[in-house]
Nanobody, 123 residues
Framework: QVQLVESGGGLVQPGGSLRLSCAAY????????MGWYRQAPGKQRELVAT???????NYTDSVKGRFTISRDNAKNTVYLEMDSLKPEDTAVYYC?????????????????WGQGTQVTVSS
């Protein structure tokens, strides 16, 4: 099975910084894209940032200039550096990946989700 393991969440004061990481494990052939989504209570899950295989990045408007997504291809890991955090950034952050896996010779393109890590921005 392919698993996405997230870490780095926690409590931080407004204006502070936090760095999330997500590593993909399993029979991975290639990763098309990885990224981060978030969901606050009572709200829909929304895209935060993504990075594609070619290196392109995409950010939702509310985090542009504050968040930076990066990737370590050798470790199948994606990071999210969050600076100038605001209370409205409080949410459960989910790692997402669209990848090609090989299970016993069967190739599949699948979207995977991490279990989520809590980010709380509060005084």
């Amino acid at each position: 099975q392919v698993q996405l393991v997230e870490s780095g969440g926690g409590l931080v004061q407004p204006g502070g910084s936090l760095r999330l990481s997500c590593a993909a494990y399993g029979s991975i052939v290639s990763i098309n894209a990885m990224g981060w989504y978030r969901q606050a209570p009572g709200k829909q899950r929304e895209l935060v940032a993504t990075t594609a295989r070619g290196g392109g990045t995409n950010y939702t408007d509310s985090v542009k200039g504050r968040f930076t997504i990066s990737r370590d291809n050798a470790k199948n890991t994606v990071y999210l550096e969050m600076d100038s955090l605001k209370p409205e950034d409080t949410a459960v952050y989910y790692c997402w990946s669209r990848l090609l896996s090989n299970s016993g010779g069967v190739y599949r393109v699948t979207n995977y989700w991490g279990q989520g890590t809590q980010v709380t921005v509060s005084s």
